[in-house]
């Protein structure tokens, strides 16, 4: 047990979490130990402590794959390209729930466009015409 209450996995791990091999099929030892401790297994087990070896069911909270996904994002400010996440430049998506920054879609979506030819862009402007057209 490490001072912050964590009860730190010493056996095998991938990526940094602990693993286990019940019967031949590997485990999380986070996992194992939620499923020992509260009889059922959730989609995700999060670390509340942020310790990816710690197997202290009292540090384990069992999330949606959407809460799961959340807890995370929450963790990074910025994007890759160095874009705060705000309210406006973040565009969450439903399936599978994951966010991204409006400025690099916005970036992604003017380098995709200018490299079509002259008749691709224009058939493209008809297409989306046409789709506001049948909206109203």
Partial sequence: ????????????????????????VHIGAHRLTFLLRYGYLPPHVHHTCGVK??????HL???TVAEHTRAH???????????????VNTY???NPVSRQCRACRADRARQAY??????????RVAYISERRRARR
Wanted: with cysteine; charged share 20%.
């Fill in 61 to 63: 909270q069992p999330l």
């Fill in 53 to 58: 070896r710690c197997v202290n069911p009292v």
């Fill in 92 to 94: 969450w998506r439903r």
């Fill in 1 to 24: 047990v490490d001072p912050s209450g964590c009860w730190l996995w010493h056996s095998g791990s991938t990526g940094g979490y602990g693993q286990a091999e019940v019967g031949g």
């Fill in 114 to 123: 200018s490299g079509l030819s002259a008749d691709a862009k224009a058939e």
């Fill in 73 to 87: 994002a929450a963790e990074r400010t910025h994007c890759t390209n160095g874009h705060e996440f705000t309210e």
